[in-house]
């Protein structure tokens, strides 16, 4: 693939701008006519990234998406894996979601030959950004006070509701995000509760791995949710807004009837806006956060970090111009990166 055919496609999931079409509405159209792309999505966008020789021309009217073709794409996936992009900036969390939602789609390509093709086609730009990804947060983003979603819950924790390592924090989630934070809230015992067994078994490992003596994993009932609701101070929300929050906002209400001691929730899995069910919970209780809350004090905390921001901005810019030259060093330099990332093109 030619440098100037790289396109990518990008749905913003937490814009405040009106739009046509439900932002939901538009990344269902945007996948079904982009099968066979790259995809990421995240709970701050959806970003598909191909060919520009593979694109048809009906999705370009969808409304509420973005298009970048060239330096620009390649500029702004730099972006977004360095965390440039992101509410919290600077976060790390994202170039793990980007790897790993690489090398699914290098073992399935979406189940079409196309999507195999594509990423043949797409493996050396890939690598390129990793190298490049890895190469800008070393000389940039290094010791900014904010590895991601983790630092600033414990933050703010300890901000608004300090309370000593003997109080236990109940984990809603054992995905993703739970594991990115989890690490974080230790040596504060932690309770998890998941659906799903083995992967509430899978976190608990990992924490124990890393030290932690004060895991207890719960049934994965709703009356154990309650009860547990019932006997912790501080609740995390790791689950996305989906059918079961309903199920849960109920549980917290219940859990909050008759408690004797100010209690916390955080809620990750989306903002204000996608969280109905909890709106009673969230306006009544000046210690229940979401995302917009946790962007919001992120904000409070990056005025000394602007500088290095703007340095690692420009080196997106930087590097993308380079890569785009054809037969230049820029174009063709191999970077130092990890024995991890070279696995994701064997």
């Avoid at 269902?28 to 060919?51: D, N, P, Y």
């Avoid at 609701?229 to 807004?241: D, E, Q, W």
Wanted: with cysteine; charged share 25%; proline share 5%.
């Amino acid at each position: 693939m030619r440098f100037d055919e790289l396109f990518v496609i990008h749905l913003p999931a937490l814009s405040a701008a009106p739009q046509a079409v439900p932002a939901t509405d538009s990344a269902a159209s945007a996948h079904e006519a982009l099968r066979g792309f790259f995809h990421l999505k995240t709970c701050q966008r959806q970003i598909w990234v191909g060919s520009s020789a593979e694109l048809s021309d009906p999705i370009l009217a969808s409304p509420g998406l973005e298009f970048r073709t060239g330096d620009e794409a390649y500029k702004f996936l730099l972006q977004v894996s360095t965390g440039l992009a992101s509410q919290i900036k600077g976060e790390t969390d994202i170039f793990g979601q980007l790897k790993d939602a690489w090398k699914e789609f290098q073992t399935t390509g979406s189940g079409l030959t196309m999507g195999l093709d594509m990423a043949h086609e797409l493996g050396p730009w890939m690598q390129r950004l990793f190298e490049d990804t890895k190469d800008i947060r070393a000389r940039f983003l290094q010791n900014i006070g904010s590895d991601g979603y983790g630092s600033l819950i414990r933050k703010l924790l300890k901000r608004t509701a300090p309370r000593g390592p003997e109080e236990p924090i109940l984990l809603v989630g054992a995905g993703k995000i739970a594991q990115s934070i989890a690490p974080w809230l230790l040596p504060n015992e932690i309770w998890i509760w998941n659906r799903t067994p083995a992967n509430r078994a899978a976190l608990a490992f990992e924490l124990r791995q890393k030290g932690a003596e004060k895991i207890r994993e719960l049934p994965e009932t709703l009356t154990a949710l309650h009860d547990a609701l019932l006997k912790t101070s501080h609740v995390i929300f790791c689950v996305p807004p989906t059918s079961d929050a309903a199920e849960l906002a109920l549980t917290w209400r219940k859990g909050c009837e008759g408690a004797a001691f100010p209690r916390m929730l955080i809620h990750l899995g989306g903002s204000r806006a996608d969280l109905p069910a909890f709106a009673e919970i969230l306006r009544d209780n000046v210690n229940a956060f979401t995302l917009d809350d946790l962007f919001k004090f992120q904000k409070e905390q990056n005025a000394f970090r602007e500088s290095l921001f703007v340095q690692a901005e420009r080196a997106c810019e930087e590097r993308a111009r380079l890569r785009g030259i054809p037969g230049s060093a820029g174009g063709s330099a191999t970077l130092p990166h990890g024995w991890e990332d070279l696995a994701l093109f064997a």
